[in-house]
């Protein structure tokens, strides 16, 4: 990415901060070039060093099984899948199918095309036709932000004891403390915000990460 996503960082830093982490390979950045030819709507794909630091992340838990909410062309998809062993499984909720098809051919390039399983539907409806048991390790909420605090609310259940929600975007380029924003989106992550805050099921970690990347591990 030519600019950081990370609305707090120059592009100097950005720059020297990504060089110093594991690279990107070939395939994600075909993927990354393919999906900012789409536009202004690519800044919803993650930024490199929030995908590197999901892999690590995956790869640190242990994590066999993991959730997606919100897919986009598929960065974060691959970089989760990428920190599962072979036989882990990526459940991945998208709605749109012409975007994700983006990810699909990058999931086959990079090998990893057999730990996704990819539904299209509105992510609330899959995640309810689910058994209501703790079977996931990792979850990755990063799609519509009035719908995050029902995304939680149905997969906290679904999630182990010591397992983590990754909740993307909760900084919203610094919107959540700009008293000016008043738009449904802001107000939306300022609750969801406030409410994971004093959550007792969870412990919550906010970090400066990309646009804000708040982690929560069930107690």
């Known amino acids: 990415m030519s600019e950081p996503k990370s609305?707090?960082?120059?592009?100097?830093?950005?720059?020297?901060?990504?060089?110093?982490?594991?690279?990107?390979?070939e395939v994600l950045r075909d993927l990354a070039e393919e999906t900012a030819r789409l536009g202004p709507i690519a800044m919803m794909q993650i930024a490199p060093e929030q995908g590197a630091f999901m892999s690590w992340l995956a790869r640190t838990l242990g994590a066999k099984q993991v959730v997606e909410v919100g897919v986009f062309t598929g960065y974060s998809t691959l970089c989760l899948a990428r920190g599962l062993p072979d036989d882990g499984r990526v459940l991945?909720?998208?709605?749109?199918?012409?975007?994700?098809?983006?990810?699909?051919?990058h999931w086959e390039q990079a090998g990893v095309a057999h730990k996704i399983e990819l539904?299209?539907?509105?992510?609330?409806?899959?995640?309810?036709?689910?058994?209501?048991?703790?079977?996931?390790?990792?979850?990755?909420?990063?799609?519509?932000?009035?719908?995050?605090?029902?995304?939680?609310?149905?997969?906290?259940?679904?999630?182990?004891?010591?397992?983590?929600?990754?909740?993307?975007?909760?900084?919203?380029?610094?919107?959540?403390?700009?008293?000016?924003?008043?738009?449904?989106?802001?107000?939306?992550?300022?609750?969801?915000?406030?409410?994971?805050?004093?959550?007792?099921?969870?412990?919550?970690?906010?970090?400066?990460l990309s646009d804000g990347l708040t982690l929560l591990r069930k107690r």
């Open 92 to 105: 991945a909720l998208d709605l749109n199918a012409e975007w994700t098809a983006i990810g699909r051919r």
């Open 119 to 208: 539904r299209l539907g509105p992510a609330l409806d899959s995640l309810r036709a689910l058994a209501r048991q703790p079977s996931f390790d990792l979850a990755f909420i990063d799609a519509d932000k009035t719908g995050y605090a029902g995304y939680v609310e149905e997969i906290l259940p679904r999630l182990r004891t010591g397992g983590v929600i990754l909740v993307d975007n909760v900084l919203w380029g610094g919107s959540v403390v700009n008293p000016e924003r008043q738009d449904r989106d802001t107000l939306a992550i300022r609750a969801f915000n406030d409410a994971m805050a004093r959550d007792p099921r969870v412990d919550a970690v906010m970090i400066p």
């Open 7 to 25: 609305f707090h960082l120059g592009p100097e830093i950005h720059r020297y901060l990504v060089a110093h982490g594991t690279p990107q390979d």
